[in-house]
């Protein structure tokens, strides 16, 4: 009875859960970029599991940062996102394309757009520019760091390309637009092109893919 009362809301960890934790802690914190980026006690505007509340286009979204940075005189923010993976650290692309995770980097970048804005008009009020927060004049790096828990325990960190982030933006915006298009006509059976194409959905490959088919060629 004592015991259960002093673990009330704990969680019990197996031994082998509790070392592949420590396996991993071991090895962010023996990787030059993942122990900085990653440190939420002695980092200077670290904000870890920063939860963000914010609206776009008409819709409420919360984005819960792992980790978020704002460095003031260096004039960077820095968005970190943890993965861990029970798969090679190294074949990361087939699940950062398959699970959308440059499309997730790209909504933790408007979360931060929008909650330094509202930071800034709370300071200055409404259209205030105070240039400690003025993102024009800040860089954003995202980075995804990738750990494995099998194996040796490796780790790798990723940085998205400017392009894959534009993407994301595009591809959110295209969401959205379908969401309120499935709202707008209460049909939620199929998706859009299903009602729009009288059952039937065109296929197309991009030209990204058939410029990729050419080259291997």
């Given at each position: 009875l004592d015991f259960l009362r002093r673990a009330k809301g704990k969680h019990v960890l197996s031994q082998d859960?509790?070392?592949i934790i420590l396996n991993v802690a071991t090895t962010i914190q023996a990787h030059s970029v993942a122990s900085h980026i990653l440190n939420t006690t002695e980092l200077s505007g670290a904000e870890p599991?920063?939860?963000?509340?914010w609206t776009t286009k008409g819709f409420k979204v919360k984005s819960i940062?792992?980790?978020?940075?704002?460095?003031k005189e260096k004039k960077l923010v820095t968005i970190v996102d943890l993965k861990t993976t029970a798969k090679s650290v190294y074949s990361f692309t087939?699940?950062?394309?398959?699970?959308?995770?440059?499309?997730?980097?790209?909504?933790?970048?408007?979360?931060?757009?929008?909650?330094?804005?509202?930071?800034?008009e709370a300071v200055n009020g409404?259209?205030?520019?105070?240039?400690?927060?003025?993102?024009r004049d800040m860089d954003i790096k995202s980075y995804i760091v990738v750990v494995q828990t099998t194996g040796l325990n490796e780790c790798v960190v990723?940085?998205?390309?400017?392009?894959?982030?534009t993407l994301g933006v595009e591809e959110i915006s295209?969401?959205?637009s379908?969401?309120?298009w499935h709202i707008g006509n209460d049909q939620w059976e199929y998706p859009m092109e299903y009602y729009a194409n009288d059952g039937s959905t065109k296929l197309k490959l991009s030209n990204e893919y058939i410029s990729r088919i050419k080259e291997n060629s």
């Open positions: 859960d509790m070392g599991e920063k939860e963000i509340l940062i792992d980790n978020l940075i704002l460095d087939r699940s950062y394309v398959s699970y959308g995770y440059y499309r997730q980097m790209a909504m933790y970048k408007l979360a931060v757009h929008a909650f330094v804005n509202e930071f800034r409404p259209g205030g520019d105070d240039r400690e927060w003025n993102l990723y940085e998205p390309s400017a392009y894959d982030i295209d969401l959205i379908r969401l309120k």
